[in-house]
């Protein structure tokens, strides 16, 4: 069994997995003031909260968007794991060709969603993820990474305007009944789920017409399941899909892995 963590600007994923099986995930704020010793304690008593003995995990691996904390969770997760856990970073193996301007510069959340979507799913593929950001990731049919989109995320979206006007109000995320909304909430609301469904499918069919095929279209993050269902395009939703890259690519850099 590994330990998996995937830190991101608002949450940090706490995943264990053995056999490439999803046997945990949890969540946790995303805190840069916290230190090593606060998130050990944490990850450890998410982990025997959740009946998971650390003696039994054989090693981690970490993803982040976030640089100033990987050398705290790193260290977190060695105390935990007794050996230091693995970073996605450039050099690391995954077996994903990037096609792309500045490798170095790719997130690592999306290599890892790309890796684990090209294991998992008919190429070529549409990753959309929608989290703080809202990131779409393009592998084809040779299953290369072509490269994708970065949008704000719902919520930031939805802070932003409650934040920078004087008359909307922040507001719950929960779906309206209509598009057309009769008061000022549904009409935000509208324009949350049902214009970033909009985007969603408009995005999907437009990277279509580029790639010259119909994609497979996956969608993942904390924000999906609210999104999936006002969308029109036929969309697989895996919420473990990085969790499950994350796996993949830790078995790809043990020793005697097939490079």
């Known amino acids: 069994m590994i330990l998996a963590m995937d830190a991101g ?3 940090i994923v706490l995943g264990c997995l053995e ?14 003031q916290r230190t090593e010793d606060e998130y050990a304690v944490l990850f450890r008593s998410i982990l025997q909260m959740n009946g998971i003995n650390p003696s039994a995990l054989e090693g981690g691996i970490l993803s982040s968007v976030v640089p100033p ?29 990037l096609l792309v ?15 684990a979507a090209s294991a998992l799913y008919p190429k070529p593929l549409i990753i959309f993820d929608l989290g703080t950001c809202t990131t779409v990731s393009v592998v084809d049919k040779e299953g290369a990474f072509r490269g994708g989109v970065i949008c704000a995320g719902v919520r930031i979206s939805q802070e932003a305007l409650a934040a920078q006007t004087s008359q909307l109000p922040a507001i719950s995320l929960d779906p309206p009944r209509r ?22 499918d408009g995005l999907a069919e437009r990277i279509e017409r580029e790639l010259g095929e119909p994609a497979t ?19 697989r939703y895996d919420g473990d899909l990085l969790l499950k890259g994350l796996w993949l690519i830790y078995q790809k850099n043990q020793e005697g892995a097939a490079v």
């Open 9 to 11: 600007n608002s949450n």
């Open 19 to 32: 056999g490439g099986r999803v046997v945990l995930t949890a969540r946790a704020a995303t805190d840069r």
């Open 69 to 97: 904390l990987n050398r705290t969770l790193l260290q977190a997760g060695e105390r935990i794991i007794g050996k230091r856990p693995l970073l996605v970073e450039p050099g690391i193996r995954t077996g994903l060709p």
């Open 101 to 115: 301007d500045n490798p170095a510069a790719l997130g690592s959340d999306r290599i890892v969603d790309a890796v």
């Open 179 to 200: 598009a057309i909304g009769r008061n000022t909430i549904d009409c935000m609301k509208s324009g949350a789920i049902y214009g970033t469904a909009a985007l969603v």
């Open 217 to 235: 279209v996956i969608m993942t993050g904390g924000m999906g399941k609210r999104i999936l269902p006002a969308c029109r395009k036929k969309i």
